[in-house]
C-alpha cells in the first residue's frame, strides 16, 4: 500500500484502520483474539495507521490496540485521543484541562504499551478551557517526548487556526464521505493552507454507503445508529438513492460500493486518509482493495454531478452529540 503524509511530514498508510468498533458504539465488544487477529491482518495487508481513544469502551479499546501491535512497534502510527471526562466507566461531559490532559496522556501510554503517543487528538473541543491552553499543554509533553505530534477532532476553523499558531497540528479528524460533505466548504481550504492533514472518520457512512443497510435493517439496542436521525427508517428510504448512484458507479468499475467511496475520498487530496472500521477480515480487505481504485477526472465529474442531486435526509448526530461538535 502507499503512503501518505498528513502535518508535521507524519506519514502513514494512505487507508488506516479505525479500531473503534471492535469495542464500542456497534453492538457488544468483539472478541479480543479475533480483533488481535484482524488488526494483524490489517498489518499484513500494508496498513500502519490505526485510530482508537480512551473513550472506546471506556479504555478497553486502548488496551486491544496497544497489545496486539506493540510486535509491530515501529512500524505503525497509533493515534489516540483525550477530552473527555470519565468517571465510573461512563462520560459525565468534556473536560481539556490541563491536567486532566496530563492524567489521560500517562494512562493511554501505559494502555497502549507505548513510550510515546504518535498522534495525540483533543477529541472534542471544550468550550471551557481555551484552545490556546490545550495546544500548549500538548507542546509541553512533545518537548517531554511522551507525544510526538498533536490532533484536533471537529474542530471549525477558528479553534484550528488558533490551535496551530501555538502548537502546529498534523491532523484534523473529523467526518467526510459521499454521505457527509460539509468540510468541503470551510475546512478543507484552511487545512490546505495551514499544511495540516486530513484523516476522515466514517468514510463508509457508518456502513450505509457499502449497500448493505436498507429499511429491513435492525440494528442492536446498543448500537449507536440508533440514534441518529440518518438511520431513522423514513431517512433510509430517502438516502436509499445515494447508494444506488454508488453502486451504479461500482458495477462500472468492477468494484465493490464501499470501493468506490473510499477510492473517491482518496481521490480529493493527496493528505486526506480515510480510516474505514470493520471487524471482519473479508471486509478488510475489500477497504483495502479500494486504493487500488482508480478514478479519472471524468469519474469524479460523473459522480459530483450525480451526487449533487440527491439531498441527503437526516442530521447526522443526535442535538445532544451535535452540541459537542466545534463549527
Not at 26 to 33: L, N, Q
Not at 43 to 67: K, S, W
Not at 178 to 206: A, K, M
Not at 274 to 291: D, M, Q, S, Y
Request: hydrophobic share 40%.
Amino acid at each position: 500500500m502507499k503512503t501518505r503524509k498528513l502535518g508535521q511530514g507524519l506519514e502513514v498508510s494512505e487507508i488506516g484502520l479505525g479500531c473503534m468498533g471492535m469495542s464500542f458504539s456497534y453492538g457488544e465488544a468483539k472478541d479480543v483474539k479475533l480483533m488481535t487477529e484482524l488488526i494483524h491482518k490489517a498489518v499484513d495487508l500494508g496498513i500502519t495507521f490505526f485510530d482508537t481513544a480512551e473513550m472506546y469502551g471506556p479504555y478497553i479499546n486502548e488496551e486491544l490496540v496497544g497489545p496486539a501491535l506493540k510486535p509491530f512497534r515501529n512500524k505503525v502510527v497509533i493515534a489516540t485521543k483525550f477530552g473527555f471526562d470519565i468517571q465510573d466507566g461512563e462520560s459525565v461531559g468534556l473536560n481539556s484541562r490541563p491536567e486532566h490532559i496530563r492524567e489521560v496522556a500517562e494512562a493511554s501510554l501505559k494502555r497502549l504499551q507505548v513510550d510515546a503517543i504518535d498522534l495525540f487528538y483533543q477529541h472534542r473541543v471544550d468550550p471551557q478551557v481555551p484552545i490556546e491552553d490545550v495546544a500548549g499543554t500538548i507542546k509541553d509533553l512533545i518537548k517531554e517526548g511522551k507525544v510526538k505530534h498533536f490532533g484536533l477532532s471537529e474542530a471549525g476553523v477558528d479553534i484550528i487556526r488558533r490551535a496551530h499558531a501555538e502548537q502546529p497540528v498534523t491532523a484534523l479528524q473529523s467526518e467526510y464521505s459521499l454521505f457527509w460533505r460539509e468540510p468541503e466548504e470551510q475546512i478543507l481550504p484552511v487545512l490546505e493552507e495551514l499544511g495540516i492533514g486530513f484523516v476522515t472518520f466514517s468514510p463508509l457512512g457508518r456502513g450505509f454507503l457499502t449497500g448493505k443497510i436498507d429499511t429491513t435493517t435492525t440494528f442492536s439496542q446498543n448500537d449507536f445508529r440508533t440514534t441518529l436521525p440518518r438511520f431513522s427508517k423514513e431517512n433510509i428510504k430517502r438516502n436509499i438513492v445515494l447508494v444506488d448512484l454508488i453502486k451504479q458507479f461500482a458495477r462500472e468499475k468492477n468494484c465493490e460500493p464501499s470501493q468506490i467511496a473510499l477510492a473517491w475520498i482518496l481521490a480529493q487530496k493527496p493528505w486526506i486518509v480515510p480510516i474505514p472500521g470493520t471487524t471482519k477480515v473479508n471486509r478488510l480487505e475489500e477497504n483495502v482493495g479500494a486504493a487500488s481504485v482508480s478514478l479519472s477526472q471524468e469519474d469524479l465529474r460523473k459522480i459530483d454531478e450525480a451526487i449533487n442531486k440527491v439531498k441527503i435526509a437526516g442530521e447526522r448526530y443526535s442535538p445532544v452529540n451535535q452540541k459537542m461538535i466545534n463549527r
